[in-house]
């Protein structure tokens, strides 16, 4: 019986070893087939490590071991390591790889801190699920309607080629059935490694049409029993922290980087049909092209530095198709797709036919120890906008509260329309007087508006100032008036999406195309059920159309008036691209078009600013308003973070949201505290009342009579927190306990908020409930 067993076990490898032949390598490049199964590579070493038939029976039993230990005891065996040729060295950092799937691995020379490519997995892992997360790259593709994923092991026939690069190695993926093949390369800096994706690269030879990779979909996965958390940019930054205990989850969090797409309909909407379209629910924008996680003191910083545009961030929890690790990646867009309605066919989905140009890259930023958390990652990508974007310091002489102001409006009336004016020229000269005489000398207003026909009049056309208001003398007078106070004021224009009736756009020339070539209309929404209002109706402007034949003409005029700056209407929080076969534009070349028009407008006037701050228009604005306080609060994010904030604090000022339009005053005023956001206001010289059928319907109070009480005694309140952290970046941001958190600043001063119900000690000092407290800067 032993002899009989120990051929049975040698007939049993010899099988293995038929189908898994082994492979050769020539120096400088590796050539392979995948294999048939994930496990065939261990199987191969373990073959080739032993001989005979004492060392066969041995791995036999050595296997059966291994299997019969459950998870749960925590002794089950792990698949070794499997990127084990040195490809580079630096300074710092060794880099390996896995000859048969292209994955990698990075060794810091200094600590012997490694980062795996793909985590160590258990033998009892699924050998399809091992085969997936064994993947160097993640690949969709489409052959007409449907979209396909697949990667290097699921199909035999594929093959891989690695070859020597400078720093690095490249490697060709070769998907031979659907006659696909592209290459990703490697190369080695000083604070990490660059993951590139040549453009020149990409091979579409049949039927198969690239539509997404992901590259390292698994890079420095980790189970969910470790320590740590995946940090997504959901708009301030969120956390989702590792835990085995969690509700089931289906699906995780993928989102495009600087939001959902207005030409296509499908990214920003739900149940489609011709006529209608409902606006998918509510939730904040990725302004950041960044992602990154940490586990156990190691982590990693992923930084998009081309190909941003065009790509999502993804986290996944563990759970998702029987997997129990977390993880994190970019994965790049080449094609997008749509629905198109043609006569009563119904929904017919469409993808682009050629894929949108350019080369992919991700810089990641190795981080370990007290570096490798969130805070660190926050600052390792402020010093890459410093060193590498070139991003200055604006720095800021005072601590000014931004007043928004509306000057006016047309209202619907029975017959035809009326002009509304709701603040005039002269009128703000007197909340200037209001308000300095309340304390709040520091003021920066920005006057919506201003120009002909009111608010949504003739953008994109600006000029002439309405006479309504006071005229071009009366402004010019305003704008020397505050100088002369110490008041910066903007005028806020709108270069993007300009309502129907205006008589400054001609929508068949001006307004972008969607995937079905017609002009792309923009509504607004019915609030309660998010249905298209179609009543209020507008168009986005082609990028390159407006800029030249309306903004570099306006420049003068605004250069004439001694304004301080000009707010930029829609370009730091919607990106869009135009599919217009005449003119097509993509999101990148929107955004460079974008940040040549901010810094002609910064020459012209002195300055430029944005909503929200998407990280295109950073280095080439002076202000942000409205910046991203919160996150979107996904059933799988465990917390929010300020990881905006840490990036950009200190480089570009930054307001929240409008005082008289907060949703829950003492929480919203809190979280302003925290994440050291300037005050402000948006603001009528008028009672509210007036603005009734008009299409401005957010301003439920907004008459200025009635704030400024309330907004002086909140500044005097904030006014030392405010001083004492002014042009101070963070250098730390910790939680405390529940609902107590702790920002430290780069010259000691400490601010301490309290979110809870009851009174929190923090270093022997009571912080009161739902309150705050500054130590080192002041009492």
């Not at 835990?243 to 909407?269: C, L, N, R």
Request: proline fraction near 4%.
């Amino acid at each position: 019986m032993r002899k009989q067993r120990k051929w049975l076990i040698i007939a049993a490898l010899l099988l293995v070893v038929s189908i898994f032949p082994p492979i050769g390598t020539a120096e400088g490049i590796n050539e392979v087939q995948a294999e048939e199964d994930a496990g065939g590579s261990t199987a191969e070493a373990e073959a080739d490590a032993v001989s005979g038939e004492d060392a066969a029976e041995a791995t036999a039993a050595e296997a059966a071991a291994e299997t019969a230990v459950p998870a749960a005891a925590g002794n089950v065996k792990l698949y070794p390591v499997t990127a084990t040729k040195q490809i580079a060295e630096n300074d710092g950092y060794k880099m390996y790889i896995d000859e048969k799937s292209g994955n990698i691995r990075l060794v810091d020379k200094r600590t012997d801190t490694e980062w795996l490519g793909t985590p160590q997995l258990p033998r009892t892992t699924m050998p399809n699920n091992k085969k997936f997360m064994d993947a160097a790259v993640h690949v969709k593709y489409t052959e007409g309607s449907d979209t396909v994923q697949t990667y290097l092991t699921k199909e035999k026939e594929n093959k891989l080629k690695i070859e020597t690069i400078d720093g690095g190695a490249k490697v060709t993926f070769q998907f031979v059935k659907e006659k696909l093949e592209f290459a990703m390369e490697y190369r080695l800096v000083e604070n990490g490694f660059e993951l590139t994706i040549p453009e020149s690269s990409i091979k579409e030879s049949g039927k198969a049409k690239f539509v997404s990779i992901e590259p390292l979909p698994f890079w420095n996965a980790a189970a969910d029993t470790e320590e740590g958390a995946i940090f997504l940019p959901d708009g301030s930054g969120a956390l989702m922290k590792y835990s085995a205990k969690h509700p089931q989850f289906f699906a995780g969090y993928s989102e495009m980087i600087y939001g959902a797409d207005p030409a296509y309909v499908t990214q920003s909407h739900d149940n489609i049909d011709q006529l209608w379209r409902q606006k998918l629910a509510p939730k904040e924008a990725v302004a950041l092209p960044v992602f990154g996680n940490y586990r156990n003191e190691v982590g990693s910083l992923g930084i998009i530095t081309k190909g941003q545009y065009d790509a999502k961030i993804n986290g996944t929890p563990s759970g998702i198709r029987a997997i129990s690790y977390y993880r994190t990646s970019a994965e790049f867009v080449y094609r997008w797709s749509d629905v198109i309605f043609i006569g009563t066919s119904g929904e017919i989905p469409f993808f682009q036919g050629n894929w949108i140009k350019g080369d992919r890259q991700t810089r990641y930023v190795l981080l370990q120890d007290k570096q490798a958390d969130y805070v660190g990652m926050a600052q390792a990508y402020g010093k890459y906008l410093q060193d590498e974007q070139e991003v200055k310091s604006t720095e800021q002489t005072t601590v000014p509260v931004k007043v928004k102001l509306l000057g006016g409006i047309s209202r619907d009336e029975v017959l035809g329309s009326t002009f509304i004016p709701m603040t005039t020229f002269e009128q703000a000269r007197e909340i200037i007087d209001a308000f300095q005489q309340k304390g709040i000398t520091d003021l920066e207003l920005t006057f919506a508006g201003w120009s002909d026909d009111g608010l949504y009049g003739d953008q994109p056309d600006h000029f002439p100032v309405e006479k309504k208001l006071g005229g071009a003398k009366d402004l010019k007078e305003l704008a020397a008036y505050a100088a002369n106070k110490g008041v910066s004021l903007y005028l806020e224009a709108n270069y993007a999406r300009a309502f129907s009736e205006s008589d400054g756009m001609k929508k068949g020339k001006d307004a972008i195309r969607g995937m079905d070539r017609e002009v792309a209309p923009s509504t607004d929404y019915f609030i309660g059920s998010r249905w298209n209002d179609d009543s209020r109706l507008f168009y986005w402007m082609k990028p390159e159309r407006v800029i030249s034949k309306h903004l570099k003409k306006e420049l003068k005029d605004y250069a004439k008036l001694g304004i301080s700056g000009v707010h930029l209407a829609y370009w730091g929080d919607t990106l869009y691209s135009d599919i217009d076969s005449k003119s097509l534009a993509t999101r990148g070349e929107t955004a460079a078009a974008w940040v040549k028009a901010a810094d002609d407008v910064r020459k012209a006037t002195g300055g430029a600013s944005v909503d929200y701050g998407f990280a295109y228009m950073l280095g080439h604005i002076d202000g942000i308003s409205d910046v991203p306080l919160d996150s979107s609060h996904f059933i799988y994010n465990d917390e929010t973070v300020p990881f905006y904030q840490i990036a950009v604090r200190g480089l570009v000022p930054y307001a929240a949201n409008p005082i008289n339009l907060r949703n829950d005053a003492q929480n919203e005023l809190l979280r302003m505290v925290e994440y050291g956001a300037l005050p402000s206001l948006e603001l009528t010289y008028e009672p509210t009342t007036k603005l009734q059928r008009t299409l401005e319907d957010r301003l439920w109070s907004s008459q200025y009579t009635t704030w400024i009480d309330d907004a002086a005694e909140q500044y005097k309140e904030l006014e030392p927190i405010y001083k004492a952290i002014s042009n101070q970046a963070i250098a730390d941001h910790e939680n405390l306990g529940s609902d107590v958190y702790r920002t430290t600043y780069a010259n000691g001063t400490k601010v301490i908020v309290n979110y809870g119900g009851a009174p929190a000690t923090v270093d022997g000092l009571s912080v009161p409930a739902a309150g705050y407290l500054m130590q080192n800067g002041g009492e």
